[in-house]
């Protein structure tokens, strides 16, 4: 077939494609223009402009960023003389000499690449911020007798092309071998480790935020492929780019330290980009509910709990070869309201099957620390310890803390962590003292809520927040690790935009030394602020790099690709069945003033001890079954904690609020 006549099809099939895409998302696809287009009018930096972004970009990383020693150690880069460097020749430029706006992108982008920090970014001005570049298919992949392989997972409503479908096993990226093509894809984005790496290289290919990567490089993909019949094809398919869709949650600029942010800002923009291609249904409900407007229902099987909170949550009963469990997938800790996000937690924890469950954060680029945070209590007995944060210690650090040490405003308290950075002008330490961004008293006030055994699954794409509620998970041994990497994503780090910080130094009034400029045409910077250390078995560690290695591994089959995870699900099944399934049901009657009546329904629990208001009332002996305790002398009691125990081990608790 000719060029022409490729093209032609090509441009046939995407009006194919954005005439008949999925309902709900159709008109704000329609808006797509291929790649080559887009760049066409792209960029309209001034000189002076490129110096100040150079300039704001030395400001963070040398006086803000948290883990600038572990980077240059462990990955052997000297970040800030390469932006001196971009100065200097920045100023050796005139505006009718300065090079092209694209190679200014590129270098400051791989210098913050250079990083491997996905937290730490440059964010590209307009027209490239809230944009994203797509492909109407995704690649996913899977590994028969460990040997990868790369498959066609989801076409995007609406696209079709001859022999493409769901399963065609992809063989060659741009005349690459496909194996090949997503290493060197890996190479160019920020992973902290390889697996996180690869996991980009292979997201990659079809989805790109352009507020954070750069655009790809070539305007269309040629993409080699087995057809369902056996027979070797070709496909050449435009890059189309299209506005993403807008944020469930705050504007990180305004974030309060009240939900304190752990994000993969170019995780959360990919995530955001599949939900518009193959999530249509959860698209409409998400703007029937911004919106205020009753939300459409979807046809689900009688297995799925509906939640209001779709592109947050799925929630599913599962059945495996090892018996009926839960299956929870949490997609995002990005939420307007933290305790909002428990709540539905809780909720659909108790819809769901007791005697097991399947907690899946894969792909959850993180959000809101405290979401994850507080949702731990409610899957252990265990007594929660947040992770605690530090700074590094800078001068521009300690004026942010001291400025904000008795917070005079209500909009960020950094009283704890001043003293230590004060000192460091005597110590010379590096960091300063360790604090949780989440109370331990909050991180315990609910209690257990679900008293099944509970399994974690993880890859390399959970990040941030979810690396934090993974590694909560592990060292609070609330259950096993199933990882389908070697380990997550490796963001250990509370995230600060450059408009949050440059809004510190203006609160309760504008210091007038501030090194923060406002950014040109809608460009912004994050930065890796506070870094966060494991407690448990692993105090102390960052979490930074390292990231939550699993207890077990799993390697992701065909069936799991294309069947809804199914050798997945029965490995988590298999895990959940060798684990004992605790009971402990509490209820309370007040048959006389002062008494208090206890009815409990236990299994697998040997002894149970009762407090009233934290005031150790009773402990009684117990069987499986059930049991009742009688308290006394108790006036106005607030809550009942109840710990059960077997064999001398914690195994369940429940808190009643009275």
Known sequence: MGTTQTRAGEAARNDAFLRNSAEPVRAHLATSVELAEFLRDA????????????????????????????????????????LRLL?????????????????????????????????????????????????????????????SHFVIARLAEGYSAPGLGPGAEVTSWNGIPIGRAVDLNAARFA??????????????????????????????????FAADDGSDRELRQAWLVVDNLPAFGPDPDQESDDASLGLDFGGDAT???????????VVAREDAEREGRAQPRPQAPDTVVDTPMPGVFRASAVTTPSGTYGHLRIFSFRVP??????????????????????????GNP????????????????????????????????????????????????????????????????????????????????LGQAYHGPVVLITDARCYSAGDIFAAGFQDHAIGPVLGIDDNTGAGGANVWTHGRLMSL????????????????????????????????????????????????????????????????????????????????????????????EVALQVTNVDRVDIFVDTRPRASVDVRDGTASVTVTGVTKPKHLRVDAFNAGKLVAARLVML
């Not at 390889?194 to 305007?219: I, M, N």
């Open 271 to 281: 995530a955001r980009a599949t939900k518009l291609l193959f999530a249509p249904g």
């Open 191 to 224: 992973g902290s480790n390889a697996a996180a790496r690869h996991a980009r290289g292979l997201e990659s290919l079809t989805a790109r935020s352009l507020h954070v990567d750069l655009p790809p490089d070539e305007h269309w993909v040629t993409m080699g």
């Open 366 to 445: 993180g959000g809101t620390i405290q979401a994850g945070e507080l949702a731990l209590q409610t899957l252990t007995p265990s007594r929660i310890v947040p992770e605690p944060v530090q700074f590094i210690n800078t001068p521009l650090n300690l004026v942010i803390c001291r400025r904000h040490r008795t917070n005079p405003t209500g909009v960020m308290d950094l009283g704890p962590w001043f003293p230590s950075i004060e000192q460091s002008l005597a110590t010379g330490a590096t960091f300063s003292q360790a604090f949780p961004m989440t109370a331990e008293d909050e991180a315990n006030a």
């Open 337 to 362: 309201s933290p305790m909002a996000f428990v709540d539905e937690f809780v909720r659909l924890l108790a819809e769901l099957p007791q005697d097991g469950l399947i907690l899946d954060v894969r």
């Open 43 to 82: 960029g309209s930096l001034t000189l002076a402009e490129r110096r100040l972004l150079v300039e704001q970009a030395l400001v963070l990383l040398e006086q803000n960023y948290v883990h600038l020693p572990l980077k240059i150690a462990m990955h052997g880069i000297n970040p800030l003389q390469r």
């Open 505 to 596: 130094l203006e609160e309760p009034k504008p210091d007038p030394d501030s090194p923060y400029r406002a950014l040109p045409k809608g460009a912004s910077m994050s930065v890796a602020m506070r870094r966060s250390l494991r407690v448990g078995p692993a105090a102390g560690n960052p979490l930074e790099d390292l990231g939550v290695v699993p207890d077990v591994r799993h390697r992701m089959t065909r069936a799991d690709v294309l069947e809804g995870n199914v050798d997945l699900l029965a490995r988590a099944g298999e895990l959940l069945a060798k684990m004992p399934v605790h009971k402990l049901v509490v209820t309370t009657t007040r048959p006389a003033k002062g008494t208090l």
């Open 87 to 147: 100065g200097a020749q920045l100023e050796g430029q005139s505006a009718s000499t300065m090079d092209p706006e694209w190679t200014f992108h590129a270098e400051l982008s791989a210098i913050f690449h250079s990083l491997h920090d996905l937290h730490t970014n440059y964010i590209l001005p307009e027209p490239f911020a809230g944009k994203i570049a797509y492909l109407p298919f995704q690649v996913e992949e899977f590994f028969a007798d460990g040997v």
